[in-house]
Every structure is written in C-alpha cells, then in structure tokens.
C-alpha cells in the first residue's frame, strides 16, 4: 500500500490512558449527542464550570441564528483560567515563557493571579476602563500580552487582539471599528536576535483617526527609543507595582462579549468576530482535553501568535482554563537554527506541540534531520491547524518528529468557530494522513449542496455545522446583518438557514473528512487568511491602476501566494510596478500581504454582465490548461493576451 493510503491507528498505549480510548467511545459520545443534544452540553457545562451562578436554559434558538448558550448564568472566565486552579496548583508553571534570545520565565499560578489581578486594576483605576469597553492589543509575543487578555476579561471589558504584523492603517481601522478607548502595546520585541519595533506602528494609526483611543499602556521590552505622547502614552512598569493583587471578578453574563477578533471574509473590510463568555471557554477547555489529551503534569506547546484565533483558544483560554502549562514563544522556530523548535520541545519537556502545515514544511525543508538530533520522547500529541497539510510534510511530521508514536491531529476550525470541530482524537481515531478525519463529539457538520441536500461520497460540497454549537460566533461587531448574511445566507437545510463555513470537503467511503479549502475569495498564506477583496482594495489606491484582480497560487512552501493581475491606465507605464504595488500593500494591510507574483495585463477576463471571471484568473496564475468555455466572455481574446503575459513576466524573473 501506498504511504499516503495507509491508516494510523492509535498508539495502543497512549490509547490505553487517553480520555476517549476507542472509536466505540467517540460514537457513543457522539449519540449521545445526536440523541439529546442539549443534554449533552449541558453536562458538560455543569460538570466543568465554575458556575457564580447558574444558568437557566442550555440552548435558546429563539433568535436564530443568533443563538445564546447558558442563558443567564454567570461566570468569570478567569476564574476558570487562574482562580479554581490555586487550590492544587498555585506552584504550578502556568506560563512558561521563551524569548527569541534564549531567555526563559516561569510564572506559576500563583504569580499569574497576581500579574492579572494587577493589571485589572491599572486597567480600572488608571485608565477608567468598564465592563464592555473596547481595548485593543497590539502585541508581541511576550507574557504581558496574555496578562493583558485575562485582565480585560476580569473586569468585563472585551479585547480586540491586532496581529503585530498588520499595518497602522490596519490597525487603525480595527481600532475604530471597535471604538476602543485605550490601546496597549510594547515598545518592540526581539525577533531572529534583533531587537524591532511595535509602538511606532500604533503612534502612526493614531495620527490620522482613532479617536476612540484616551491613552497607550506600552510594555517596556527591548527598551529601544521611541517617540513618546506625554499625557497619552503610559509605561506598564512605572505604574504595575503599586497596583492591589487582589481584583474582583466581574460577574458575567454567558452571554457577554469576550473579545472581538478581527477577520478577513471575501468582501469588504475585515469583520469583527465576536465571541462570548461561557461557552467560548467551555469548548476551550473540552478540546484540550479530547484532542490534546491534556493531563497533569504535560508541558502544552502551540506555536502561533497571539493575534490570531489559535492563540487565543490554543495559548492562552484553553490552557489556562485545563491548567496545563502553556509555552509562550517570542521568535520564529528556524532561529538561530532549524534545530530551535526541537531543542525547545527536549529542554522544556513538550507534551503536545502545536503548529502550522508551513512551519512544518520549512522545518523539514531547512533541517529534515534535526529532529533526530534531539531528545523528543516526551512528545505525545501532536497537532496542525490553518491550512490543509500535504501527505509528505504530514508523514514527516509523523515519522521524524513524533518518532512514529505520536498521533498526528489535522485540526480543523476557524476564528468563527472558536475551538476545533473536525479532528483527529489521539486516543482513538485511525487517521489517515492530510484527513481532519471526523467531527468531534457534539459537532454536527455536513458537507452539503446550496439547497441542503448531502454531496455524494467522494464529491467535493460545502462543508456546514448544521447545528449551533456552544463556541460558535455570536455575531459581527456592529453589524448583525453581515453576520446573517456571511454564515447563515448561502445553504438552507430543512428550510433552516444552516452555517456555511466557506470552505469546501469531501467525504471518502469510511466516512472521512477532507478539507479542500476555501471555495469564496479568501485566500490562505502560510495559515495566513486574507480576502482577496481586501488586497484589490489596498491596490487600487494607485491612481494609475484602472483594474485589478488578486488570486491564490499554490506554493510549495506557503500553500499559497498571492497572484496580481494589473490594468494600467491608458498609457502609463511603471517600470518598477511589482515593488510599488507591494509597497501599497505593505502600508495598507502589512508584509504579510505582500504578493509573489504582479502581472500587467492588458485587461480582465469578464463576462458580458462585467463579472470578472477569478476561475480562469486562478488557472492561468497556476500554469494551467483552460478547459472552460471562454465563448461566453466579453472579449475571448483577452485570455490568450493574459496567458502571454504572465509567461513573459515568468521568463524575467
Ligand atoms: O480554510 C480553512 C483553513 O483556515 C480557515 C480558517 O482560518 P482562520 O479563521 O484564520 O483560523 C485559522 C486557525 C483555526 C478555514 O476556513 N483551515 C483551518 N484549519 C484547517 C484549514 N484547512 C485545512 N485543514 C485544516 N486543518
């Protein structure tokens, strides 16, 4: 048999201690569910809560698709975070924090209830923030950062992370979508040995806009010199000290916002994803448990950043809340060597590692020998989300870094769903490499057709949770209507709008999911998600460019780049055209936008209603044949005019 068709069972010894140890277990839970669904949650919601009060109803769908879990019960999320674990482990290392440089800082439970009480008061008295105020965070990679987060969920005010990679226009315009009234950030960080720097960033977003923003709390880091605002710009350090370790909970509604993530959709501006309180942190906590298997003692490493979904589930929430140790990386894993993830994982003693397709197919690119140089036999679990991960980087993975032992989980979810919802469980499920494998127990997805009729096996439909879930958005931050409209418009089952989550899937005949990506206009780098409407928009801010059109490309590397096609204006021409464009880019959006490829066309394939058609866009980007019908187009020539293009742009670089 071919390695790619081989199925994994589980490791029967692992198996042997995992929390659901067969497949029998997982369909029975998932009966369970089937059967009283509400039953089901809340079971769980009662059994791993610290309730302040209790809730009393599990699912209202009065208001669908706005539905509320936990109806009017009360909790605080860092009660299950920091509180309930002091009894038994306020010695425990909460936080175990590695900087670029090699610097390492343990902070127990202990000392975390503190850091967060602390900042919770500076956050009240200094600053005067309130339960539902908006704060945003644009931060490195430092423990101050999760400090930040657990304070505003203790006293109710609801934090807006910005990647520290996105742009001041970016981050602006997340800023006054939020209305936030304070900003917090850090002088800089360290990044492969050099110090860089974040505050300038949010100096310039606050020039032009923001005007929500009172104040900026700056986290002293690589202390290098910045510009400072007297009267608006705060140092953390000059104020922390003095503040009370003791903060009280606010009591909150299941119900009330958590946080507010922005992301990127295939229109428009980015949306704010808004998540809440009891049920966000519940699913938090059960997927830990049944997919990383988390138990005392483990050592729980998840490699991504702060900024986006999986650092808030899967580095700060869902650790806390199952009082693992949670590790808190400042640098990137190739620095100084493709040897630093693996030298991390023997030091720190890593039990479950957590990362993403491209950072495993550089690792294995720059060091496929590395992993053998270190001790990883502490390894157990380990784990990919973000993109779809090709059979050999998967089997690499698998067979170097997890010494064959490990069970390889491909994590599907999104910033919408909050925690995991098709996955692999270690303990239990056969995988099959490159295969998210099944819904996890209480998830009801399906792969369906628009008029919500089930895609035959092995075709390739949209995959849809056809039941609300408790982890799931609440809704778009000021704008309920595209919430409606992007995840309850576009498939009807039983004459019930049903959440379609843009990607599509496939069902093999064991009944196993792939996922096979995106079907909208949002493309996927290095785990990345940026819409492409986005991009065109940061582009046709030049005023020489008549038209636009951005695509993805597959990359062996990043999953995929991203692909220009440009119009010029009449006459103009910019011999220097790919720098500027990724210049625009870099200013509207940040790096991570940047494209691969730019290419000047002579015009757009568009159909005579004046649709430009992204299909034949994506193929000629790929090298591809074109089978479809171009007869339909406005101007069928202007494919063969494209196609050369991009072969001459091909052939210079
Ligand atoms: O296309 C899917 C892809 O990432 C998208 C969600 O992106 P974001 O909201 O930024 O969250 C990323 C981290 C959860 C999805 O719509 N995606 C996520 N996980 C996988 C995946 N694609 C394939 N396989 C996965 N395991």
Same mark, same amino acid.
């Given at each position: 048999?071919?390695?790619?068709?081989?199925?994994?069972?589980?490791?029967?010894?692992?198996?042997?201690?995992?929390?659901?140890?067969?497949?029998?277990?997982?369909?029975?839970?998932?009966?369970?569910?089937?059967?009283?669904?509400?039953?089901?949650?809340?079971?769980?919601?009662?059994?791993?809560?610290?309730?302040?009060?209790?809730?009393?109803?599990?699912?209202?769908?009065?208001?669908?698709?706005?539905?509320?879990?936990?109806?009017?019960?009360?909790?605080?999320?860092?009660?299950?975070?920091?509180?309930?674990?002091?009894?038994?482990?306020?010695?425990?290392?909460?936080?175990?924090?590695?900087?670029?440089?090699?610097?390492?800082?343990?902070?127990?439970?202990?000392?975390?209830?503190?850091?967060?009480? +602390?900042?919770?008061?500076?956050?009240?008295?200094?600053?005067?923030?309130? +339960?539902?105020?908006?704060?945003?965070?644009?931060?490195?990679?430092?423990?101050?950062?999760?400090?930040?987060?657990?304070?505003?969920?203790?006293?109710?005010?609801?934090?807006?992370?910005?990647?520290?990679?996105?742009?001041?226009?970016?981050?602006?315009?997340?800023?006054?979508?939020?209305?936030?009234?304070?900003?917090?950030?850090?002088?800089?960080?360290?990044?492969?040995?050099?110090?860089?720097?974040?505050?300038?960033?949010?100096?310039?977003?606050?020039?032009?806009?923001?005007?929500?923003?009172?104040?900026?709390?700056?986290?002293?880091?690589?202390?290098?010199?910045?510009?400072?605002?007297?009267?608006?710009?705060?140092?953390?350090?000059?104020?922390?000290?003095?503040?009370?370790?003791?903060?009280?909970?606010?009591?909150?509604?299941?119900?009330?916002?958590?946080?507010?993530?922005?992301?990127?959709?295939?229109?428009?501006?980015?949306?704010?994803?808004?998540?809440?309180?009891?049920?966000?942190?519940?699913?938090?906590?059960?997927?830990?448990?049944?997919?990383?298997?988390?138990?005392?003692?483990?050592?729980?490493?998840?490699?991504?950043?702060?900024?986006?979904?999986?650092?808030?589930?899967?580095?700060?929430?869902?650790?806390?809340?199952?009082?693992?140790?949670?590790?808190?990386?400042?640098?990137?894993?190739?620095?100084?060597?493709?040897?630093?993830?693996?030298?991390?994982?023997?030091?720190?003693?890593?039990?479950?590692?957590?990362?993403?397709?491209?950072?495993?197919?550089?690792?294995?690119?720059?060091?496929?020998?590395?992993? +053998?140089?270190?001790?990883?036999?502490?390894?157990?679990?380990?784990?990919?989300?973000?993109?779809?991960?090709?059979?050999?980087?998967?089997?690499?993975?698998?067979?170097?870094?997890?010494?064959?032992?490990?069970?390889?989980?491909?994590?599907?979810?999104?910033?919408?769903?909050?925690?995991?919802?098709?996955?692999?469980?270690?303990?239990?499920?056969?995988?099959?490499?490159?295969?998210?494998?099944?819904?996890?127990?209480?998830?009801?997805?399906?792969?369906?057709?628009?008029?919500?009729?089930?895609?035959?096996?092995?075709?390739?439909?949209?995959?849809?949770?056809?039941?609300?879930?408790?982890?799931?958005?609440?809704?778009?931050?000021?704008?309920?209507?595209?919430?409606?409209?992007?995840?309850?418009?576009?498939?009807?089952?039983?004459?019930?709008?049903?959440?379609?989550?843009?990607?599509?899937?496939?069902?093999?005949?064991?009944?196993?999911?792939?996922?096979?990506?995106?079907?909208?206009?949002?493309?996927?780098?290095?785990?990345?998600?940026?819409?492409?409407?986005?991009?065109?928009?940061?582009?046709?801010?030049?005023?020489?460019?008549?038209?636009?059109?951005?695509?993805?490309?597959?990359?062996?590397?990043?999953?995929?780049?991203?692909?220009?096609?440009?119009?010029?204006?009449?006459?103009?021409?910019?011999?220097?055209?790919?720098?500027?464009?990724?210049?625009?880019?870099?200013?509207?959006?940040?790096?991570?936008?940047?494209?691969?490829?730019?290419?000047?066309?002579?015009?757009?394939?568009?159909?005579?209603?004046?649709?430009?058609?992204?299909?034949?866009?994506?193929?000629?980007?790929?090298?591809?044949?074109?089978?479809?019908?171009?007869?339909?187009?406005?101007?069928?020539?202007?494919?063969?005019?494209?196609?050369?293009?991009?072969?001459?742009?091909?052939?210079?670089?």
């Amino acid at each position: 048999m071919h390695e790619h068709n081989k199925i994994y069972p589980p490791n029967p010894e692992f198996a042997a201690q995992a929390r659901i140890k067969s497949m029998d277990e997982y369909h029975a839970l998932m009966n369970e569910a089937k059967e009283d669904y509400e039953g089901f949650w809340k079971k769980y919601a009662d059994e791993k809560i610290d309730w302040l009060a209790p809730y009393d109803k599990v699912l209202d769908e009065s208001d669908a698709p706005f539905y509320k879990w936990f109806t009017n019960g009360k909790l605080n999320v860092t009660i299950q975070c920091i509180d309930r674990h002091l009894k038994e482990k306020a010695d425990q290392t909460a936080i175990l924090f590695e900087g670029d440089r090699g610097d390492i800082e343990k902070i127990s439970y202990q000392e975390l209830s503190v850091k967060v009480n +602390k900042f919770a008061n500076l956050l009240k008295e200094k600053f005067g923030v309130k +339960k539902g105020d908006r704060v945003v965070l644009y931060m490195p990679m430092i423990p101050e950062a999760a400090y930040a987060m657990l304070a505003c969920a203790r006293i109710g005010a609801i934090h807006s992370v910005v990647f520290g990679g996105f742009s001041a226009e970016a981050l602006r315009d997340r800023i006054d979508d939020a209305g936030a009234k304070l900003v917090i950030t850090a002088d800089g960080a360290y990044r492969k040995g050099k110090p860089y720097l974040l505050k300038p960033v949010v100096d310039k977003a606050l020039e032009s806009g923001a005007e929500s923003v009172e104040a900026v709390l700056v986290v002293e880091r690589n202390r290098e010199l910045i510009d400072w605002v007297e009267g608006r710009d705060h140092k953390y350090y000059e104020l922390i000290e003095v503040m009370s370790p003791v903060c009280e909970p606010e009591m909150m509604d299941s119900e009330d916002p958590l946080f507010l993530l922005y992301t990127s959709g295939s229109t428009g501006k980015p949306k704010g994803v808004q998540h809440a309180q009891a049920g966000y942190i519940l699913w938090a906590q059960m997927t830990m448990e049944w997919v990383f298997d988390i138990k005392e003692g483990d050592v729980y490493w998840c490699t991504a950043d702060i900024g986006w979904i999986t650092g808030h589930t899967y580095i700060v929430y869902g650790p806390l809340a199952a009082g693992t140790t949670t590790v808190m990386f400042e640098g990137v894993p190739t620095y100084p060597d493709a040897g630093r993830a693996w030298k991390m994982v023997e030091e720190h003693k890593i039990s479950q590692f957590y990362t993403a397709p491209t950072a495993i197919r550089v690792l294995h690119t720059m060091g496929p020998d590395e992993p +053998k140089k270190y001790d990883l036999s502490t390894l157990k679990v380990l784990g990919t989300v973000g993109e779809p991960i090709d059979p050999p980087a998967w089997i690499w993975y698998h067979d170097v870094v997890g010494g064959g032992r490990c069970a390889v989980v491909d994590t599907w979810w999104q910033t919408e769903t909050g925690g995991h919802m098709i996955s692999p469980l270690p303990g239990a499920t056969p995988i099959k490499p490159s295969c998210a494998t099944f819904p996890l127990p209480g998830i009801m997805a399906e792969i369906l057709q628009r008029d919500g009729s089930p895609v035959e096996t092995g075709e390739t439909g949209l995959l849809c949770i056809t039941k609300p879930w408790p982890s799931m958005i609440r809704t778009i931050w000021g704008d309920p209507e595209r919430f409606k409209k992007s995840y309850f418009g576009d498939v009807v089952k039983d004459g019930k709008p049903v959440y379609f989550s843009g990607d599509g899937a496939m069902m093999d005949e064991d009944g196993y999911i792939t996922i096979t990506g995106r079907v909208d206009d949002v493309i996927n780098v290095s785990g990345h998600r940026l819409g492409t409407a986005e991009i065109e928009a940061a582009v046709a801010e030049d005023e020489h460019i008549a038209e636009v059109a951005v695509v993805g490309k597959p990359h062996p590397i990043k999953g995929e780049s991203i692909f220009i096609y440009v119009v010029p204006k009449e006459g103009h021409v910019n011999p220097d055209i790919k720098k500027h464009i990724n210049t625009l880019i870099a200013q509207e959006i940040g790096n991570i936008a940047k494209a691969d490829d730019i290419v000047e066309v002579p015009g757009l394939p568009k159909t005579r209603s004046g649709k430009i058609m992204r299909r034949i866009l994506r193929a000629i980007a790929k090298g591809e044949e074109i089978k479809q019908d171009i007869s339909t187009l406005e101007d069928p020539s202007i494919v063969g005019k494209i196609q050369e293009a991009v072969r001459q742009a091909t052939q210079n670089d």
